[in-house]
């Protein structure tokens, strides 16, 4: 019997937003690799997120592991995207004494 050794592209998939998804889970790449970061292992990985299989985790890492420097520009891109969104929301939002608001809330809806 003949083994027929071919490569295989990871499981990853750009949704409508640009944002890289495991599979066809909902289980972001930023979400595996800090995972993974971490300290977890592809196992634990797997087990904590039941929607992608423990092969598309160990090839998922593979691919990170191989292109370090490409995910991490990714990475970077997102984090600075979501910085972006989140001024421009407290900008719109001020979220100075949330808190208190909430819970001035929380109390008044105590005692109804």
Same mark, same amino acid.
């Given at each position: @019997?003949? @083994?027929?050794? *071919? /490569?295989? %592209?990871?499981? =990853?998939?750009?949704?409508?937003?640009?944002?890289?998804?495991?599979?066809?889970?909902?289980?972001?790449?930023? %979400? =595996?690799?800090? %995972?993974?970061?971490?300290?977890?292992? !592809?196992?634990?990985?797997?087990?904590?997120?039941? /929607?992608?299989?423990?092969?598309?985790?160990?090839?998922?890492? $593979?691919?990170? =592991? !191989?292109? %370090?420097?490409?995910? *991490?520009?990714?990475?970077?891109?997102?984090?600075?995207?979501? $910085?972006?969104?989140?001024? /421009?929301?407290?900008? =719109?939002?001020?979220?100075?004494?949330?808190? !208190?608001?909430? @819970?001035?809330?929380?109390?008044?809806?105590?005692?109804?």
């Amino acid at each position: @019997m003949t @083994m027929v050794v *071919e /490569a295989e %592209t990871p499981p =990853l998939a750009a949704d409508a937003a640009g944002i890289f998804r495991v599979g066809s889970s909902r289980v972001t790449l930023d %979400t =595996l690799v800090g %995972t993974f970061c971490d300290g977890s292992t !592809a196992e634990e990985i797997a087990e904590q997120y039941p /929607a992608i299989s423990l092969g598309e985790v160990y090839a998922v890492i $593979a691919y990170y =592991l !191989a292109h %370090t420097a490409e995910v *991490e520009d990714y990475l970077r891109g997102r984090e600075q995207r979501s $910085a972006e969104v989140r001024q /421009a929301n407290e900008r =719109l939002f001020d979220p100075t004494g949330i808190r !208190a608001r909430l @819970m001035t809330r929380q109390a008044g809806q105590d005692s109804v």
